[in-house]
């Protein structure tokens, strides 16, 4: 007979940590909402993240994966294909970001 107890707890992984040695409290982050040369698809656009490019790779990956959309790291800048502010806010914040939406 099996039995169903709770789950144990399982670890976060390491991605999902802000990175050590930036100060994610004192970065000016900012989320946007961008469709100029996208054939008017909107894209939420992340800027100003204290990252390195490999660090930049792993926050991309786990976003795309929280808003279920592709997207890519492009000149220090992380772009989601999409309409996600809140949510990147909102986990970017979790994430201990100043994150802030920008634009309209």
């Known amino acids: 007979m099996l039995r169903h107890g709770p789950r144990p707890a399982t670890p976060r992984p390491a991605g999902l940590n802000p990175v050590p040695g930036a100060d994610p409290a004192s970065a000016r982050v900012r989320v946007g909402r ?3 040369g996208r054939g008017g698809k909107a894209v939420s656009v992340i800027s100003g ?4 490019a490999a660090a930049l790779e792993s926050l991309a990956t ?3 994966k929280l ?3 592709g997207g890519a790291v492009k000149n220090g800048v992380i772009e989601i294909q999409g309409e996600h502010r809140e949510r990147l806010v909102a986990e970017l914040v ?3 970001y100043a994150a802030k939406q920008s634009g309209g």
Request: aromatic fraction near 0%; charged fraction near 30%; glycine fraction near 12%.
């Open 34 to 36: 961008e469709v100029a």
């Open 49 to 52: 993240l204290p990252l390195d």
């Open 62 to 64: 786990r976003l795309k």
């Open 67 to 69: 808003c279920g959309a």
């Open 94 to 96: 979790r994430l201990g």
